[in-house]
């Protein structure tokens, strides 16, 4: 097989990844617009449980089976994938049966005894319907994303989100009106829209696909065998996600009750967390759209190198995605730093919510190292380490929430968070040089995107001191911004023709 450029596949699903978060944000504005700051807190407290069902019935697969197909498209073993990609599904549609159910007829006391707000319940009984499509979307995904064949997942990805926006768009008029519970009710149908028709879109293209390019070879593998190879490296992936949903649930939930041990009351506790989580939190993660990407195709690029031994390859690819990551992640931070009220002018027409967003910013870096690190690790096959990486940094979160917040109230959950961050990507970093011998520098991955994006940062804020403040400006001001920043990573040095040589994949050694 030639192998595919990772750069192809990473550019496809960024594309993807940053039109659906825009679609995105046009949802969430709307529905801030729609239900207020409380309604968005109770949405979000439903979010966790969402994410929950998906590392229960889905995360592990699609990592899974992107693992698994990338191994044995190379060694041209077509069967042994089919076989793969079918006992996946069997397996993720059992546990979303399971998952379903218990969302579904538990849906009141979950609501009760958990969220602590009986409103929640409708939206988990609908959330319970999208459960079986989510499974089996994903694992379809892995097999796509699995051979490098990325504009389906980045097709479907569009899809979806179209699907939740159009129908959030048209029940909002009728659902709004009957109280919170049913507003949150309109988002969650448009999951279970969103998934329905992603999952048909992805089923059958699995199957043209298949047609297609004549999938006819017989198995070498046995379905135990393949059965043993999806359960060994999906139990992990599944615990660690699964682990991790669990402890965000936790750290959720915790936030609104410690917000009222630190003296608000119900209202502007859920309001708070509301502003944090669903508000300012989706700007800061916009930006890493592009490393979701790099990080999904990562799998499949470092598991086909390490299939067939090639060190060269693999040096590379850490070198150049770090070198990404940090450009990306720099830059973020300076901008969210420099504009945080003025970006939360643009987006949500309040100013005030900046004083949330300004501390965010600083840990951009440390949070899009994290995702880089784990698409690597990933495709490492690390799978066993990233659950206890997980574990240990969710639980430092946690203890922080528990102990501090009720004194220090959000900063002691962004210090937490930040505690947290710290662990996991200094953990991964050792990790990674033990498997790799590969470290990023610390002088272009560091130093130089950090005084890079303050120089352009400065000099963009002085500048417009000068003009009159408006929408308009602000916007101009932020693309000179990035303009500026690029052209500072030029001078230093931090990017040149051998740089984005490597950034955009140019053919490399040890092929």
Not at 92 to 108: E, M, P, R, Y
Not at 284 to 308: F, H, K, N, T
């Amino acid at each position: 097989m030639s192998r595919k450029n990772i750069i192809t596949g990473t550019l496809i699903l960024t594309c993807a990844n940053l039109i659906t978060k825009c679609m995105g944000f046009f949802y969430r504005v709307f529905m801030s617009n729609a239900i207020g700051a409380e309604g968005m807190g109770l949405y979000q407290l439903i979010l966790p449980l969402y994410m929950l069902a998906w590392s229960i019935t889905s995360a592990g697969f699609t990592t899974t089976i992107s693992h698994l197909a990338a191994q044995e498209y190379i060694r041209g073993q077509n069967g042994n994938i089919g076989r793969i990609v079918k006992q996946a599904v069997c397996l993720s549609l059992c546990a979303s049966a399971a998952v379903s159910c218990v969302l579904f007829f538990g849906a009141d006391s979950i609501a009760l005894s958990m969220l602590r707000d009986r409103r929640a319940a409708f939206s988990l009984r609908l959330l319970a319907l999208a459960v079986p499509f989510m499974a089996a979307s994903s694992c379809f995904r892995g097999f796509f994303l699995g051979i490098q064949e990325t504009l389906v997942p980045a097709f479907s990805q569009v899809l979806e989100q179209t699907v939740r926006i159009l129908t959030i768009y048209f029940l909002a008029g009728i659902f709004v009106p009957r109280g919170l519970s049913y507003a949150c009710g309109a988002a969650v149908c448009g999951i279970l829209f969103g998934e329905l028709l992603s999952c048909g879109f992805t089923v059958w293209n699995y199957f043209h696909y298949k047609r297609k390019h004549k999938f006819i070879r017989k198995p070498t593998l046995s379905s135990p065998a393949v059965l043993a190879m999806i359960l060994s490296t999906a139990l992990p992936l599944s615990a660690s996600r699964i682990a991790g949903s669990l402890l965000s649930t936790v750290e959720n939930l915790l936030i609104p009750r410690q917000l009222q041990l630190h003296g608000q009351n119900t209202v502007q506790a859920l309001s708070t967390y509301g502003e944090l989580t669903g508000m300012a939190m989706p700007l800061v993660l916009l930006p890493s759209a592009c490393l979701m990407a790099a990080s999904v195709s990562l799998v499949p690029e470092i598991s086909e190198a390490c299939a067939v031994k090639q060190d060269t390859r693999i040096s590379k690819t850490v070198s150049a995605t770090f070198l990404f990551t940090s450009v990306i992640g720099f830059g973020a931070a300076a901008l969210f730093a420099v504009f945080p009220h003025e970006i939360c002018y643009i987006v949500y027409d309040r100013a005030a919510l900046g004083q949330v967003l300004f501390p965010l910013a600083f840990l951009c870096p440390l949070l899009y190292a994290q995702t880089t690190l784990h698409g690597l690790l990933n495709g490492l096959g690390e799978q066993l380490f990233l659950f206890r990486n997980n574990i240990l940094s969710s639980c430092i979160s946690i203890a922080v929430i528990w102990f501090c917040m009720p004194a220090y109230g959000v900063a002691a959950f962004l210090g937490g968070w930040f505690l947290s961050l710290l662990f996991s990507v200094s953990c991964s970093l050792h990790r990674l040089w033990k498997r790799t011998a590969v470290l990023p520098s610390c002088r272009s991955c560091f130093f130089k995107p950090l005084l890079a994006g303050a120089a352009a940062g400065l000099i963009t804020k002085y500048c417009i001191r000068i003009f009159a403040p408006s929408k308009l400006l602000f916007l101009g001001s932020l693309c000179g911004m990035g303009v500026l920043y690029l052209l500072f990573l030029f001078l230093l040095g931090c990017l040149d023709k051998r740089m984005l040589s490597l950034l955009l994949g140019k053919k490399t050694g040890g092929r």
